[in-house]
């Protein structure tokens, strides 16, 4: 009978590599902290550079690498839906509240348009994207949860719909790519108040990473 001599001191336990420089691989965890980190820097790269501001000025800002990116977003549209994804749940989140108003919701919308005049510009620019098209749906539907509320309230007109709330946005943040970083707060909140449609917007953006 044949076999293979093994030294009784060495241990049975297999040996794994050590990943390049020592490092431990956190799977999982490491890309979702990565994922976390390109949208947080994609907003401050594309909010001060434009979002033709090279992808590499991202992955950098980041502090992750070019490959880590391009695993996560391998297109920058993808990296703009992402962010937008981020901004659409935060809505969501907001009218899971039962004490918010639609003046709340509304607010919140306007406060991301308002930091993310880059993205809206590049999305208005091309193609229809499903992606986006689907955004804008539930953002409806977080909306209609209280319409009727607001329009008792006399905070919109009456007989606004939810798709007239979609254009009313549309509308507002369309108007904020031609106005400088300062002024376009100020811009947001007299388009509402010209639209007769009561809006309450936060100081700083919510659902940020």
């Known amino acids: 009978m044949t076999g293979v001599?093994?030294?009784?001191?060495?241990?049975?336990?297999?040996?794994?590599?050590?990943?390049?420089?020592?490092?431990?691989?956190l799977g999982p965890r490491a890309a979702a902290g990565n994922r976390a980190a390109?949208?947080?820097?994609?907003?401050?790269?594309?909010?001060?550079?434009?979002?033709?501001?090279?992808l590499s000025a991202v992955a950098k800002r980041a502090g992750v690498g070019q490959g880590s990116l391009y695993r996560h977003f391998p297109e920058r549209l993808d990296l703009v839906s992402a962010v937008f994804e981020e901004q659409v749940a935060a809505v969501e989140e907001l009218a899971a509240a039962p004490d918010v108003g639609l003046p709340d919701l509304l607010g919140l919308v306007t406060r991301h348009a308002v930091d993310s005049v880059a993205f809206v510009d590049l999305v208005r620019s091309g193609e229809p994207d499903p992606r986006f098209l689907a955004l804008g749906e539930r953002v409806a539907v977080a909306l209609g949860t209280r319409l009727e509320r607001a329009v008792a309230d006399?905070?919109?007109?009456?007989?606004?719909?939810s798709d007239d709330l979609l254009l009313a946005v549309a509308m507002v943040a369309g108007g904020l790519s031609q106005t400088g970083e300062a002024d376009r707060m100020h811009r947001a909140a007299r388009a509402w108040?010209?639209?007769?449609i009561e809006v309450r917007i936060p100081p700083t953006e919510a659902g940020a990473a």
Request: aromatic share 2%; glycine share 14%.
């Open 5 to 25: 001599l093994r030294d009784p001191r060495r241990s049975e336990v297999p040996r794994v590599p050590a990943r390049r420089g020592g490092a431990p691989n």
């Open 38 to 54: 390109l949208l947080k820097a994609a907003r401050e790269v594309f909010g001060s550079a434009g979002t033709n501001a090279p």
């Open 154 to 161: 006399g905070e919109v007109p009456a007989g606004t719909t």
């Open 193 to 196: 108040e010209l639209l007769g």
